[in-house]
């Protein structure tokens, strides 16, 4: 799923300084998931930032609404009757949702209340971990099931670098150096031969680097599906 | 003696026969032309090749393409260091190209520190390529004179190609398999990271010239004199990929402050003596960082001098 986090309360508090009325947007999909942008979040932002103009003395409406997605025109739609009645829409969902309500309501202001992260998913409970980088050419199968260019510092094709110390990346000692689980996966399976010869240099036009993507699924869009 | 590949003052001194003897040199962070000149006058004529290195631990510096073409304006021999973090494929070709049209004729292909290590930790790393694949494709453009694209290359850059090798990460049962797959992409010349804890070289040597390694490539061992057992501690506790055995640290507290330089060089002097007679250990590269004024009296002491002219 994708992963974000909320952004602080200073910074959203920044955003609407000159709102009096807003709505809060959240988003029944990954958000909800990670634990940033469902129902209960966006009822805790609702009473944050009302006690804290309160406090400035400058109080503040706040209506809620949480979508079923936001990165789908259809429950896009389902806010079309109220959403002019707001100064502001802030919206937890992930990048994606703030973009889709801007793109249908071009008049109405739409702030991101998150940042969006990564693709991952829970390692245990309140701790998520990033696991694809949609580059676009998925071949984890290659490398025990693991993806060294989403989860390597360096996306090191043929690792591991001379800064694995001990299952540990050079660059933070709370991230695993995947390249070491990857040759001790494949060392313990009896597959070093997997690792002898020089992986070759990835095609990039399918990742971000090819421009922003558009994947069609012409049995859909025909209406055959 | 086999065919040249490039033509370079370090590869005929190692295809001669002879043991190579590197030195390293850090770009400065400005234009100050002057202070390279003053260092490559400690190491001319006491090294084969010098190390002009790529934004170092990610700090930035004058360029190393720049900074080998000043190297050989002043006679000589530069192994111009690249690494695949701050550019991506037609960035590297395109340098490749300007070095060698600039006499550039030996070059270390590198991964490169990670940029939060630097003084621009903000930075978008690039990494569209990796050393094992940079390494296939500076060969790929020597041999075959083509691009990447498959295109004709108009005059092929021959480069004499080198590598690191840090027997000292881990997994360790994996390194000499890594360094194997290095000789695979192409790699002419390896240089070590800095060795400390000899055992494990002895060890990790062994297992190479089991494989047969140091006859597809030479392998230079790397040195770095500890200026003091601070030095020391640093480095063990703080820079990723160094094995620095408490014994070395002991030996260098062992002696008044003032003498600890001296008993780094003494290290240092040891482990030469042992790599000269070391089997598969084809030279020694010695990293005096920031610390070339004593290459000349290092040299003189390793009983390498004179290098040799081939």
Known sequence: MIVADRKSLKEILAMVEDNKKILIAGCKGCVTVCNVGGLKEVEILASSLKIARKKQGNDIDIDIKVLERQCDTEYVAEISDIVGDYDAVLSLACGVGPQFLSEMYKDQIFYPGVNTTFFGGATRHGVWEERCAGCGTCAIHNFGGLCPIARCAKSLMNGPCGGSSKGICEVNKDTECIWDAIVKKKMEAGKLEDLIGVKGIKNWRTARDGGPRRSIREELVQGNI | ?310
Not at chain 2, 21 to 32: D, S
Not at chain 2, 52 to 58: L, M, W, Y
Not at chain 2, 245 to 274: M, N, T, W, Y
């Open chain 2, 1 to 310: 003696m086999s065919e040249l590949k490039s033509g370079s003052n370090l590869e005929k001194v190692l295809n001669a026969g002879h043991f190579a003897f590197t030195g390293e040199c850090g770009p400065p962070k400005g234009a100050n032309v002057a202070y390279l000149k003053e260092k490559f006058e400690y190491l001319k004529g006491n090294v084969d090749a010098v190390n002009v290195t790529d934004n170092q631990t990610a700090v930035v510096r004058m360029s190393s393409v720049a900074g080998s073409a000043l190297m050989i304006g002043e006679g000589l021999e530069p192994n111009f260091q690249m690494v695949c973090r701050d550019r991506n494929r037609l960035a590297m070709m395109s340098d490749i190209l300007g070095a060698y049209a600039l006499g550039i004729r030996n070059m270390l292909c590198l991964s490169g520190d990670h940029q939060t290590f630097g003084n621009h930790p903000e930075a978008k790393n690039v990494h569209d390529i990796d050393s094992m694949q940079l390494i296939s494709m500076v060969k790929k453009m020597r041999d075959e004179g083509k691009f990447l694209n498959d295109q004709d290359i108009d005059v092929p850059p021959k480069m004499f190609i080198g590598a690191a090798c840090n027997p000292f990460a881990d997994p360790y049962e994996y390194r000499v398999y890594r360094l194997a797959n290095k000789i695979e992409a192409g790699v002419d010349f390896i240089q070590t990271q800095c060795i400390f804890n000899m055992d494990k070289f002895r060890d990790f040597m062994k297992k190479a010239v089991d494989m047969g390694l140091h006859e597809k490539c030479y392998i230079l061992a790397g040195v770095t004199p500890m200026k003091n057992a601070g030095m020391a501690n640093f480095m063990s506790k703080f820079v990723p990929g160094m094995d620095i055995p408490d014994s070395l640290i002991k030996r260098l507290k062992g002696v008044d402050k003032k003498d600890q330089a001296e008993e780094g060089i003494r290290f240092a002097l040891e482990q030469i003596e042992e790599f000269k007679e070391m089997e598969g250990v084809a030279g020694v590269h010695l990293m005096a960082i920031e610390w070339e004024h004593m290459v000349p009296e290092i040299a003189q002491r390793a009983n390498v001098l004179p290098r040799p002219v081939v």
